[in-house]
């Protein structure tokens, strides 16, 4: 089974920085766009962007786009997705997908949790 | 940005039975609507693509219909595997957004 690994969650305090990272082993990660996508505790879905398969572009929710930033090393086969100033309403598990012709996420990781809490 | 309402929240039902999710666009969205399977404590699972494409390794029981602003995905034959909470998702419009889920339950 295709699965990309996330790391890099865990607990951190209101206001910080946390960079979360996807290793994409299974496929060749340097063709596919890559997406980030978290679920809250309550299990809402919420796109936070995507980024081009060379890195030159990326798309973002507006609402988390002055904070959350998403970049790829294809030579390590990995997605990033920095988040700074991190609030409460942050606090989900974030998925690393594929995005593919369309617009769906065909591969998704198993996700990392962040909680940010005092 | 397009909202997708999903209905019923949470649908009970006894193995066997043919169900029907729903999942309503604000506005149209064409085929850009694709369906996920979460089971419990696990990863989402694109189920349905371009809101009728069948997807590898997935169950023929599965079946998407729809377009536009009107959405279904059918179970024919509920199994207790099935037990799991499904997205409908839209890739026509950014931002990308998603149901809020239906949640199946079996008897």
């Known amino acids: ?118 | 940005d397009v909202v997708l309402t999903q209905s019923p929240a949470t649908l009970s039902v006894t193995p066997g039975e043919r169900i029907s999710l729903s999942c309503r666009a604000s506005e149209s969205v064409g085929t850009y609507l694709h369906w996920y399977q979460q089971k419990p404590n696990e990863s989402p699972r694109l189920l349905i693509k371009f809101a009728s494409q069948s997807i590898s390794g997935i169950p023929s029981r599965f079946r998407g219909s729809g377009s536009g602003t009107d959405f279904t995905l059918i179970i024919n034959g509920v199994e207790l595997e099935d037990l799991s909470i499904y997205y409908c998702q839209q890739g026509d419009n950014l931002p990308r957004t998603f149901g809020s889920g239906t949640r199946l339950e079996i008897k």
């Open chain 1, 1 to 118: 089974e295709v699965q990309p690994v996330e790391s890099g969650g865990g607990l951190v305090q209101p206001g910080s920085s946390l960079t979360v990272s996807c290793v994409a082993a299974e496929f060749t990660f340097s063709d596919y766009w890559m997406s980030w996508v978290r679920q809250t505790p309550g299990k809402t879905m919420e796109w936070i962007g995507d980024i081009k398969y060379d890195g030159s572009y990326t798309n973002y929710a507006p609402s988390l786009k002055n904070r959350f930033t998403i970049s790829r090393d294809n030579a390590k086969s990995t997605l990033y997705l920095q988040m700074s100033n991190v609030r409460s309403e942050d606090t989900a598990t974030y998925y690393c997908t594929s995005l593919d012709i369309g617009s769906n996420f065909a591969y998704w990781g198993q996700g990392t949790l962040v909680t940010v809490a005092s």
